[in-house]
T-cell receptor, first 117, second 110 residues
Framework: DAGVIQSPRHEVTEMGQEVTLRCKPI?????LFWYRQTMMRGLELLIY????????DSGMPEDRFSAKMPNASFSTLKIQPSEPRDSAVYFC???????????????FGPGTRLTVL | AQSVAQPEDQVNVAEGNPLTVKCTYS??????LFWYVQYPNRGLQFLLK??????LVKGSYGFEAEFNKSQTSFHLKKPSALVSDSALYFC????????FGTGTRLQVFP
């Protein structure tokens, strides 16, 4: 398996532009997570899905952020309009349901480094 | 709410020496604890987990962690550090989703 795939790996955009980050989870995994990592705030969970349904989006910073999972093999995280403070590394991760019915070990993608000028 | 704390921002150790990266937890009920490692410009990688059973958990790359209920700790250890172990290490607890600590940067000097 190729692991979790994210694209693009790097994105540089100007303030006010729309940004779309993409993620392909590991085949068969039923959980998908979006994280943001910055020096100031560390690793933050933005949203996660179970069987393509958003379960908890309380970490989404504001209405400019939206995430979708139209099918089991694809998810997007969109920022519109983007701002310089959105600059960060965005990670996607996936996992299987564990024996306690919660997600088990998470497998992370390589991340997308977003720079908003 | 479940949480973990990593009291050290950075740990420095000489190659060949044992290393310990500390983690304490605060949970209600049975804890499900994890360690992840992040190498530069990479995503996090799973190292090991404690769900139940033996207090000493063995994981990838020669790492192990000791679950101590009385001290509410889950410290990561390795008997002999390698320069290639230099990375950012995260402790995490599962509360539905994973709650990560702030991370500890491990620097192994040759």
């Amino acid at each position: 398996d190729a692991g979790v795939i994210q694209s693009p790996r790097h994105e540089v955009t100007e303030m006010g532009q729309e940004v779309t980050l993409r993620c392909k989870p590991i085949s068969g995994h039923d959980y998908l997570f979006w994280y943001r990592q910055t020096m100031m705030r560390g690793l933050e969970l933005l949203i996660y899905f179970n069987n393509n349904v958003p379960i908890d989006d309380s970490g989404m910073p504001e209405d400019r952020f939206s995430a979708k999972m139209p099918n089991a093999s694809f998810s997007t995280l969109k920022i519109q309009p983007s701002e310089p403070r959105d600059s960060a590394v965005y990670f996607c991760a996936s996992s299987l349901t564990g024996w306690t019915s919660f997600p088990d070990t998470q497998y992370f993608g390589p991340g997308t480094r977003l720079t908003v000028l | 709410a479940q949480s973990v704390a990593q009291p050290e921002d950075q740990v420095n150790v000489a190659e060949g020496n044992p290393l310990t990266v500390k983690c304490t937890y605060s949970v209600s009920g049975n804890p499900y604890l994890f360690w992840y490692v992040q190498y530069p410009n990479r995503g996090l990688q799973f190292l090991l987990k404690y769900i139940t059973g033996d207090n000493l958990v063995k994981g990838s790359y020669g790492f192990e962690a000791e679950f101590n209920k009385s001290q509410t700790s889950f410290h990561l250890k390795k008997p002999s550090a390698l320069v290639s172990d230099s990375a950012l290490y995260f402790c995490a607890v599962r509360d539905g989703q994973l709650i990560f600590g702030t991370g500890t940067r491990l620097q192994v000097f040759p």
